[in-house]
């Protein structure tokens, strides 16, 4: 019956998209900051959609998700950042860093530890500390922090009360064109018993279901089995539940080290090149309801300062498996 009471025609829709206030920021593409990706993205995540990102613990979920978090910030968006393993006051840390360093100039990296440790001391640590009046990258950090401060809510969370209903209040409360973190898809609780295999599927349903319910871009992050942990290149079929995973997904991006996921020629043969492979992570897209998949990207990590690069590119090398038969 809820279904068809949300029933419209194509002329009730076009009617209400043009009365509605916050239809452009609604419909624009999110912008993620990072570049190729956005490019490849259509301009970035679309509202209605679930985007995940997926990969090996450790890998660097949560540090490119908050990331992300930022730059829809910046760019105007509500958003809510849910997070079962960190506390907003560990995940603003990282966001103090990742404004140092950013604020920073080429000339004034050797400055950055200094401006992140009177930051902490006068923030994280109440301690009243003045260093901040005299270190203009501090100064500029803030800056930058405080011109999405309000736009951006850390939310803990935790396996008890942080259930699906939750954040179905929790999105419908930020509203239409907001953006939904949920940091990660396999710690939402769910009711019942339920075997683990099946857990994964019915929470990513009910996070796409909540994205197009209440018109806000969902993303998740999702970590991996031991199954997929022991592999060299880490796809969405090692995903617990993958098959429902990716049918509900409109974006999945899986993260991998790039000295592990290419061709074994590449790094034999490509010395000169394979040097720096070490500090480089693969972005994968191996679904884009709306542009192209099995696309491989490449950016390098900045985990010193929980950040990566975001001006990356597209992969050169081959992926170990599309190599398989010239190896």
């Known amino acids: 019956m809820s279904d068809r009471n949300n ?15 916050d239809s452009n920021i609604r419909n624009q ?5 990072f570049n190729p990706l956005d490019e490849v993205l259509g301009g970035g995540l679309r509202t209605s959609h679930l985007a995940l990102i997926a990969g ?14 930022r730059s829809f910030a910046i760019s105007g968006r509500k958003v809510v950042f849910i997070c079962f393993e960190h506390s907003p006051r560990e995940l603003l840390e990282r966001l103090l860093s990742l404004e140092v360093r950013s604020a920073a100039r080429s000339d004034e990296q050797h400055l950055v530890d200094a401006a992140i440790s009177e930051l902490r001391d006068s923030i994280l640590k109440d301690t009243n500390s003045s260093g901040i009046e005299n270190d203009p990258i501090a100064q500029e950090a803030l800056r930058r922090l405080g011109t999405y401060s309000s736009l951006l809510t850390l939310i803990p969370a935790n396996g008890r009360t942080t259930d699906l209903d939750a954040i179905q209040a929790i999105a419908s409360e930020a509203g239409e064109g907001s953006v939904i973190f949920v940091d990660y898809l ?10 683990d295999d099946e857990r994964a599927g019915i929470i990513a349903e009910a996070l796409k279901d909540i994205a ?47 000295t ?18 070490d500090r480089q992570l693969i972005f994968s897209i191996e679904k884009n309801r709306i542009g192209p998949s099995n696309m491989h990207l490449e950016f390098t ?16 090398e081959k992926m170990m498996d599309e190599a398989l038969y010239e190896e």
């Open 29 to 33: 593409a999110a912008p993620t900051g």
């Open 56 to 69: 090996r613990p450790g890998i660097g979920k949560t540090i490119l998700a908050l990331q992300w978090a």
């Open 301 to 316: 990590k900045d985990f010193r300062y929980f950040r990566f690069d975001p001006e990356g590119g597209f992969l050169a």
């Open 186 to 195: 396999q710690k939402v609780p769910v009711k019942g018993a339920i075997r």
């Open 7 to 21: 029933a419209r025609t194509v002329a009730e829709l076009l009617s209400e998209e043009t009365r509605s206030s």
């Open 212 to 258: 197009m319910n209440e018109q806000v871009v969902m993303v998740a992050t999702a970590a991996g089995d031991k199954a997929g942990i022991a592999g060299r290149r880490f796809r969405l079929a090692d995903l617990r539940g993958s098959s429902s995973l990716a049918h509900e997904c409109d974006v999945a991006i899986m993260l991998n080290e790039k």
């Open 260 to 277: 592990t996921a290419i061709s074994k020629v590449a790094l034999t043969y490509n010395t000169s090149r394979s040097a720096g492979f």
